[in-house]
Nanobody, 116 residues
Framework: QVQLVESGGGLVQPGGSLRLSCAASGFTFSRYLMAWYRQTPGKERELVAA????????VYGSSVKGRFTISRDNSKNTLYMQMHSLKVEDTAVYYC?????????WGQGTQVTVSS
């Protein structure tokens, strides 16, 4: 079955950096667009970034453009997101996401907390 396991979150001060990882299994990772979403309590999930299957194209949410970088390693079935210049408003649970046969899958998420 499809499994996505996010890791790398934590507590960081404003201006700090974190690198998130998402280990994927149960599907052919290299064939699918992958994305990172985030969610805070009471709000809908927000698209943070997405990357095509060959890493040829990426898109970013306006709030993270220039600070976050999405990447993938198809040989390791792993999705990444490097986050720099973190802000308090980046605090959220971050999920990696894949859409297979019109169904979205995501993992348990990893908490990112930006606070002084």
């Amino acid at each position: 079955q499809v499994q996505l396991v996010e890791s790398g979150g934590g507590l960081v001060q404003p201006g700090g950096s974190l690198r998130l990882s998402c280990a994927a299994s149960g599907f052919t990772f290299s064939r699918y667009l992958m994305a990172w979403y985030r969610q805070t309590p009471g709000k809908e999930r927000e698209l943070v970034a997405a990357i095509t299957r060959d890493s040829g194209s990426t898109v970013y949410g306006s709030s993270v453009k220039g600070r976050f970088t999405i990447s993938r390693d198809n040989s390791k079935n792993t999705l990444y997101m490097q986050m720099h210049s973190l802000k308090v408003e980046d605090t959220a649970v971050y999920y990696c996401d894949v859409r297979l046969d019109s169904v979205n899958y995501w993992g348990q998420g990893t908490q990112v907390t930006v606070s002084s």
